[in-house]
């Protein structure tokens, strides 16, 4: 209980929780500059086990914190996925091998399988660079938000008063009472945060029971390095290959078992991992797989499907993760989600802090990330059925077909890998010119696009140009610049981008500027280009293929740009907030006073 | 003076020098688990300047240390070379822009640059992490050779004894005896080691004299950041950009000027900055350069174009690098050429060192490099002249005309690059199977291709399962394993080559498989081959696209090997050594046997 002399502070952000949403958030925060904390129960991360798939999607925005280059060092990628169902002799056979990611646009056509505890690493080494490390352990005891509405609307108030405990090895705790403007609640499914708030979740549990268990498989299994959804007589199993030579096996379970009670509840004690490997066998004949010398984690996970009825209370207190939806593992969302949460959210905290953006701009936080979650559950509810039905075969006719399976797997594709995700029409995202770049859609990511950068002709990625460092990066479709009638054009474009930059209260700061030219590598002259459409020679781009002719070129077909040029505002987490064409800068200024502080 | 009490030491490799070709050496050497020590007489290494262009074949030999990735995030790309030849009205104007690198199979199209002292740092960090240090600033004062020959002879002998003294600040020295098996003269241009043992240059000093600036440029010139060779009326420049936005400009210079002293001698004394920038003003008109705030380095360059008689002694002391060739900077060669002297001669002193090969292995260092130094230098007098030659203009016909150098410039493409290094038939190069891949030539480097995994279909570039790691890498290619006759051979082959490796000293040690089926991914089963030709799962690749169809594929047709297969090895630094049909496994013997221990 707080006494008198209990230490007092105030902080901008106050982060609960350090799995991946936490992180994610604490991390982007702190390299945007943000005053931030973040705590956490535990006294150490997590070692081994829990969720370990990153989706394509999801890698992209890894490297956008420059994170990618470690994930994909240290990580496993699952390039194909491999599927078994019953063959005639009772044992399984290969029924199909088929590309995992199904995301045409992908730029990494792959998922990434690396335990929580190292993808935890990553952030929590990067924070570190920002000087950000979690405290832990420390919980919160109590949470009070204001509701003095004049606290509440100014942004430089601390309406929120937390109170926490740091445990110490004594038993003793530590009191602490924080201010902070803002808190997440990245406190996984049982959040107290939630929970303090009285926010419930809707949707229900399902009887769907798998055990997980992580082990080196020493096996004759030819797809044991793919991802494979077997199907047999016995049961069914998913096999995740990961780092290091590991494995995951995902066995369904009996609602019967040495694992089910007498009253119908799982008794986590009675499950071994030799019993779950046992029931993986069964569903692998005639494939063999050894008793390794130890198993690296095992656990057993009861499939709840539930989204919370509200992401935030009074754009003051956001959960994120796993607090505010579950998911089955089976698609690999979880993690995925939960993170993306906050790298919707960091952004947005940032401008609100910095001055630059209303506070009302929170609200579309819920507005986006909710109805993604209600997509993915109601998503992983026929995904889940699928994978748990019994497979079809001569003796079991309304059994799932593969090819119903199949059809399934790809016509998610998108939404699985996440490249899918679309926000819907907003304050954020405006469709009104979409036609100018038909195929950037608005309120979906950018699309991977190889460029040249005009003064060295050395072939660039667009998205590696588009850093999450809290900017609106502001894209100009010069047209030909070598034609001078189109240079004049970029010269009208400059002033009023110019113009447009000094009625936000931000100025240039909340902005970067690539310039985008379809002249070629033989002609083009960076430094013909207005001055302040390039900050930097490095930031002068044309639509050419390199000088081996293999990679760019074409970009301004593919992203549906005419010869004529556009402007495309992409938000600072990626996506594609609106477009225009060279001539409606005034466009661009009505979307912008839509949220930010003029 | 060496007293009695002087330490006395034995080791395996002295190098002396540690610039790029010692660092190189002592890298390869220490990663190799080499008892090794590395002196040099500087108290610090190269803070700036001196060479700075990697190319092609250079970047894929650092990837095979591991060492490409920091080289690529630290370095600057130069990816186009644009010509500028006299324009009519006096000034310069652009004639062509070109690809800088015109080698078809460079993995690595482009040069880069970087100042050597990063370059420096790089092999100095990775050297640290086997454990091995420069010591410095330490001189050899004697070195001496015993002339016993069952010393010579003996592998286990250390023949060598050179008298050290470590250099101290207060002006004293200590002085140390070393007893060494091998010395490695890496000691530049000037070199003691060469001198010790009277070793002549043979060729002759140019009298092209150039002046090298390095500096951050503002400038109007549009391709400041392209390699640019500029011929004008008023002289020649070569434009090198570089890392963090720098510029290195090359001037020709006058044999007059405030630099030459009356007796035709360069005085460095009289050269300022300014004096050069002023020069390259001349020829860039009418683009402006402006002065800047700091130069980051300078010189003037005398061009020596010279090859030593030998690069060895007995085979117990080599010379690398500067000390055994110079060139011209023009071509970016003597960096490049000094770091693969050191690539080329650190596995086979490995090799002799381990008791794996034969000490006589080791004529194939000067063998393989002194040839290769010639071709430079023979190659180097064309491409000067050409570039200080006057520009073909209305006035001066028999000037250079731009074609004329251009076709030097890309005939040339495949040795400035390295990528065309060939090194000719001996012990270690045997082309009697030539035709069962004919497109891996003999003495040349493997050609980069990207294959699959089979297990995973992860595709993998070649080149990156080839470490520079002293093993020679025995590539089988099956043919399709998929069909059972052709897995049969596959089985032959499995069994005669665990004989052949038995059969030589080193036992297994010194080989890696790597089995490339060309099954499809739809059908291979990596498990289905003989366990002894994959050491891991990851070792067994296939001739097939990806999963997008973007990469991969294609491999046996670009390597010209049949549907039979074909066996490949590798050497230990990447280059083709010998090929043989897969009921030829025999003849492999026999050239294991012209080199290795049995
Ligand atoms: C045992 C287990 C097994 C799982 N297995 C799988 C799997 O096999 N496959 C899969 O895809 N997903 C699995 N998941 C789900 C996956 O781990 C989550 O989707 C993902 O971690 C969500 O991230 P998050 O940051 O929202 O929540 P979490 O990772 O749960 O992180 C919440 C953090 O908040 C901390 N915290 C909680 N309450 C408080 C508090 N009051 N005060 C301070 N700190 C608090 C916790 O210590 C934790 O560090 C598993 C989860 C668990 C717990
Ligand atoms: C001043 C200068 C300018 C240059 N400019 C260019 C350029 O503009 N462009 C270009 O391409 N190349 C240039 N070079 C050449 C390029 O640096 C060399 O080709 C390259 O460094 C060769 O590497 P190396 O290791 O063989 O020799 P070096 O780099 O010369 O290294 C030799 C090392 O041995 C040490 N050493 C010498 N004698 C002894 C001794 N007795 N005892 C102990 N240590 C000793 C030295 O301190 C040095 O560290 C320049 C070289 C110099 C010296």
Same mark, same amino acid.
Request: one cysteine or more; a negative charge.
């Given at each position: 209980?707080?006494?008198?002399?209990?230490?007092?502070?105030?902080?901008?952000?106050?982060?609960? @929780?350090?799995?991946?949403?936490?992180?994610?958030?604490?991390?982007?925060?702190?390299?945007?500059?943000?005053?931030?904390?973040?705590?956490?129960?535990?006294?150490?991360?997590?070692?081994?086990?829990?969720? =370990?798939?990153?989706?394509?999607?999801?890698?992209?925005?890894?490297?956008?914190?420059?994170?990618?280059?470690? *994930?994909?060092?240290?990580?496993?990628?699952?390039?194909?996925?491999?599927?078994?169902?019953?063959?005639?002799?009772?044992?399984?056979?290969?029924?199909?091998?088929?590309?995992?990611?199904?995301?045409?646009?992908?730029?990494?056509?792959?998922?990434?399988?690396?335990?929580?505890?190292?993808?935890?690493?990553?952030?929590?080494?990067?924070?570190?660079?920002?000087?950000?490390?979690?405290?832990?352990?420390?919980?919160?005891?109590?949470?009070?938000?204001?509701?003095?509405?004049?606290?509440?609307?100014?942004?430089?108030?601390?309406?929120?008063?937390?109170?926490?405990?740091?445990?110490?090895?004594?038993?003793?705790?530590?009191?602490?009472?924080?201010?902070?403007?803002?808190?997440?609640?990245?406190?996984?499914?049982?959040?107290?945060?939630?929970?303090?708030?009285?926010?419930?979740?809707?949707?229900?549990?399902?009887?769907?029971?798998?055990?997980?268990?992580?082990?080196?498989?020493?096996?004759?299994?030819?797809?044991?390095?793919?991802?494979?959804?077997?199907?047999?007589?016995?049961?069914?199993?998913?096999?995740?290959?990961?780092?290091? =030579?590991?494995?995951?096996?995902?066995?369904?379970?009996?609602?019967? @078992?040495?694992?089910?009670?007498?009253?119908?509840?799982?008794?986590?004690?009675? *499950?071994?991992?030799?019993?779950?490997?046992?029931?993986?066998?069964?569903?692998?004949?005639?494939?063999?797989?050894?008793?390794?010398?130890?198993?690296?984690?095992?656990?057993?996970?009861?499939?709840?499907?539930?989204?919370?009825?509200?992401?935030?209370?009074?754009?003051?207190?956001?959960?994120?993760?796993?607090?505010?939806?579950?998911?089955?593992?089976?698609?690999?969302?979880?993690?995925?989600?939960?993170?993306?949460?906050?790298?919707?959210?960091?952004?947005?905290?940032?401008?609100?802090?910095?001055?630059?953006?209303?506070?009302?701009? *929170?609200?579309?936080?819920?507005?986006?990330?909710?109805?993604?979650?209600?997509?993915?559950?109601?998503?992983?509810?026929?995904?889940?059925?699928?994978?748990?039905?019994?497979?079809?075969?001569?003796?079991?006719?309304?059994?799932?077909?593969?090819?119903?399976?199949?059809?399934?797997?790809?016509?998610?594709?998108?939404?699985?890998?996440?490249?899918?995700?679309?926000?819907?029409?907003?304050?954020?995202?405006?469709?009104?010119?979409?036609?100018?770049?038909?195929?950037?859609?608005? @309120?979906?990511?950018?699309?991977?696009?190889?460029?040249?950068?005009?003064?060295?002709?050395?072939?660039?990625?667009?998205?590696?140009? *588009?850093?999450? =460092?809290?900017?609106?990066?502001?894209?100009?479709?010069?047209?030909?610049?070598?034609?001078?009638?189109?240079?004049?054009?970029?010269?009208?474009?400059?002033?009023?981008?110019?113009?447009?930059?000094?009625?936000?209260?931000?100025?240039?700061?909340?902005?970067?500027?690539?310039?985008?030219?379809?002249?070629?590598?033989?002609?083009?002259?960076?430094?013909?280009?207005?001055?302040?459409?390039?900050?930097?020679?490095?930031?002068?781009?044309?639509?050419?293929?390199?000088?081996?002719?293999?990679?760019?070129?074409?970009?301004?077909?593919?992203?549906?740009?005419?010869?004529?040029?556009?402007?495309?505002?992409?938000?600072?987490?990626?996506?594609?907030?609106?477009?225009?064409?060279? =001539?409606?800068?005034?466009?661009?200024?009505?979307?912008?006073?839509?949220?930010?502080?003029?």
């Amino acid at each position: 209980m707080p006494t008198a002399t209990a230490k007092e502070s105030e902080i901008d952000v106050l982060i609960i @929780g350090a799995g991946p949403a936490g992180l994610m958030a604490g991390n982007a925060l702190a390299r945007n500059g943000v005053k931030v904390r973040i705590i956490d129960q535990r006294p150490d991360r997590v070692a081994a086990g829990q969720a =370990d798939g990153i989706q394509p999607r999801t890698i992209e925005v890894f490297q956008s914190y420059g994170l990618a280059d470690r *994930l994909l060092k240290e990580g496993n990628q699952m390039h194909m996925a491999a599927f078994y169902n019953p063959s005639p002799d009772g044992g399984i056979e290969l029924t199909d091998r088929v590309s995992d990611v199904t995301a045409e646009s992908a730029r990494y056509p792959f998922e990434v399988t690396l335990h929580q505890g190292a993808i935890e690493s990553i952030f929590s080494d990067s924070m570190r660079s920002f000087g950000l490390e979690v405290s832990r352990p420390v919980v919160p005891t109590s949470v009070h938000l204001s509701d003095d509405e004049s606290d509440l609307n100014d942004p430089h108030a601390h309406p929120i008063r937390v109170v926490l405990q740091h445990l110490q090895p004594n038993n003793q705790a530590e009191t602490e009472i924080v201010h902070a403007r803002f808190v997440i609640g990245a406190d996984g499914a049982h959040s107290w945060v939630r929970k303090s708030f009285g926010i419930e979740m809707e949707g229900e549990q399902t009887d769907y029971i798998w055990g997980v268990v992580d082990l080196k498989a020493d096996t004759n299994f030819p797809d044991i390095r793919n991802k494979c959804a077997i199907h047999s007589n016995n049961g069914s199993c998913m096999i995740i290959p990961r780092e290091a =030579d590991k494995v995951r096996l995902y066995i369904q379970l009996d609602s019967k @078992g040495p694992h089910v009670t007498s009253n119908g509840r799982i008794d986590k004690e009675k *499950l071994h991992p030799h019993y779950l490997l046992e029931e993986a066998r069964k569903t692998l004949q005639p494939y063999y797989i050894q008793t390794p010398e130890k198993f690296d984690w095992w656990t057993i996970y009861i499939i709840g499907q539930r989204v919370a009825s509200r992401f935030s209370v009074k754009d003051r207190i956001f959960i994120v993760g796993d607090a505010c939806h579950t998911h089955s593992p089976k698609a690999g969302q979880g993690m995925n989600a939960s993170m993306n949460d906050s790298h919707n959210l960091a952004w947005k905290l940032t401008h609100v802090l910095k001055g630059w953006a209303e506070i009302s701009l *929170l609200k579309t936080y819920e507005f986006e990330r909710r109805k993604y979650a209600q997509d993915l559950i109601n998503f992983d509810k026929q995904f889940a059925k699928l994978f748990s039905g019994k497979p079809r075969t001569e003796a079991c006719q309304d059994g799932v077909s593969h090819e119903d399976f199949l059809k399934i797997f790809q016509a998610f594709g998108g939404f699985t890998s996440g490249i899918g995700i679309h926000y819907a029409e907003s304050s954020l995202t405006s469709q009104k010119h979409q036609t100018s770049a038909k195929n950037l859609i608005v @309120g979906q990511r950018i699309l991977p696009q190889i460029f040249l950068r005009a003064a060295d002709s050395r072939p660039v990625e667009i998205q590696d140009l *588009l850093p999450s =460092d809290a900017r609106f990066k502001v894209l100009v479709f010069t047209g030909n610049s070598s034609n001078l009638e189109q240079l004049k054009k970029t010269w009208t474009v400059s002033k009023e981008l110019d113009k447009l930059f000094s009625n936000v209260a931000a100025g240039r700061a909340m902005f970067d500027i690539l310039t985008i030219s379809s002249a070629t590598k033989a002609e083009v002259r960076y430094n013909d280009l207005p001055k302040s459409l390039w900050s930097h020679w490095s930031k002068v781009l044309i639509d050419d293929t390199d000088l081996k002719g293999v990679q760019g070129g074409d970009g301004y077909r593919k992203y549906g740009v005419g010869s004529d040029g556009a402007i495309v505002i992409i938000r600072p987490d990626g996506y594609v907030g609106m477009i225009a064409p060279l =001539d409606r800068v005034q466009d661009l200024e009505a979307y912008f006073s839509g949220f930010a502080r003029i």
